[in-house]
Structure formats: C-alpha cells, structure tokens
C-alpha cells in the first residue's frame, strides 16, 4: 500500500504560479512512474504530466507544455509540479497517481492514461482568477 499526499493548491492570479508537491509514504519498487492528472467539473480526468523516478525521464500534454515543470526529489520520495503563466483553463482538482514498477514509457496503457495507474492522493484544488 502506498499513499500520495499532495499539497500546494490555491488561489493565484492569472499569469502567476505555483507548485505542487506530491509525496509518497513509500516506493516500493526502484522505478516507478509518478503522473498528475487534473479534473474540472464536468470534466474528465486528464493526464497533464509524469516523470520515471529512477531516470527522470518526462513527459507533457500539449496543453501545458512549456508552462509546467515537474520534478522529482528521491530522497524526500516527493515529486513536484511548477506551474506557470496560469490561465482559466487550469482551473482543477489536480492529483498525483504512482504507477509501481513502470517506467512512464511502458505503462499498460500510457502515462496519461488514469487506468494505468496503482494509487492516487485526495488531490489539491488550484483556483485560477481572471
């Protein structure tokens, strides 16, 4: 059993920023493939990005690439998502899942697939205001 506890949600201001944390009580296997999907009412579940622990190999949905960055600290088993330059269309519930085991690149059904995916965390609301 593995748990994920994000955290950095809130409110900012269109064009501004922020970070989002998500961490695991445990890795239990040496690669694993941390993703963050986010939510919109009356939306569905979309992959935004993910990262091979082991290799820090990444990858991004065209909607947010060149304005998020997510990275990984080991150690802390923490993987982090700066946003930037936010806009309306960022407004979510975002979430962060663990695929144990996989590397993003060979996960049943692609890194910006929920059902490829073994644990998800409660998620943290991100508020974007115009």
């Known amino acids: 059993q593995v748990q994920l506890v994000e955290s950095g949600g809130g409110s900012v201001q269109a064009g501004g920023s922020l970070r989002l944390s998500c961490a695991a009580s445990?890795?239990?296997?040496?690669?694993?493939?941390v993703g963050w999907f986010r939510q919109a009412p009356g939306r569905e579940r979309e992959g935004v990005t993910a990262?091979?622990?082991?290799?820090?190999?990444?990858y991004y949905s065209d909607s947010v690439r060149g304005r998020f960055a997510i990275s990984r600290d080991n150690i802390k088993r923490t993987v982090y998502l700066q946003m930037n330059s936010l806009n309306a269309e960022d407004n979510a519930m975002y979430y962060c899942?663990?695929?144990?085991?996989?590397?993003?690149?060979?996960?049943?059904?692609?890194?910006?697939?929920?059902?490829?995916?073994?644990?998800w965390g409660q998620g943290t609301k991100v508020t974007v205001a115009s």
């Open positions: 990262i091979t622990t082991s290799l820090g190999f990444t």
């Open positions: 899942a663990i695929a144990l085991g996989a590397r993003c690149s060979s996960t049943r059904r692609g890194w910006s697939s929920a059902g490829s995916y073994n644990y």
């Open positions: 445990t890795y239990t296997a040496s690669v694993n493939c």
